[in-house]
């Protein structure tokens, strides 16, 4: 079964920009598009970004479009989200699943599996 691993998550300064990995060592995640969503505290989950399988398509919520970019190196069986611009309220765990069915139902967290522990991110001077 896949277990994704999140990554790169830490305290952050407002303007930052980390870069967060989603990794599986034992099985590729190639086969699959992931999913990257975030939970602030004392607020609901929320679906930030979507690489597909190919690499090629990336979705993204208003919230960080043009903020955040996502990526993937199967070789590696590795998916990334880069963070720019940080701001305080960017603040959240931010975790990676394998979506089941496509980017546009990823963002709204439909069929999605095989979800990582999070890595916390922290904006904050």
């Known amino acids: 079964q896949v277990q994704p691993v999140e990554s790169g998550g830490g305290l952050v300064q407002p303007g930052g920009s980390p870069r967060l990995s989603c990794a599986d060592s034992?099985?590729?995640?190639?086969?699959?598009?992931i999913g990257w969503f975030r939970q602030a505290p004392g607020k609901e989950r929320e679906g930030i970004a979507c690489i597909s399988r190919s690499g090629g398509d990336t979705y993204y919520a208003d919230s960080v479009k043009g903020r955040f970019t996502g990526s993937r190196d199967d070789a590696a069986s590795t998916v990334y989200l880069h963070l720019r611009s940080l701001k305080p309220e960017d603040t959240a765990i931010y975790y990676c699943?394998?979506?089941?069915?496509?980017?546009?139902?990823?963002?709204?967290?439909?069929?999605?599996?095989?979800w990582g522990n999070g890595t916390l991110v922290i904006v904050s001077s």
């Open positions: 034992r099985f590729p995640l190639q086969y699959y598009a």
């Open positions: 699943a394998t979506a089941l069915l496509g980017c546009f139902e990823a963002l709204h967290e439909v069929g999605m599996a095989n």
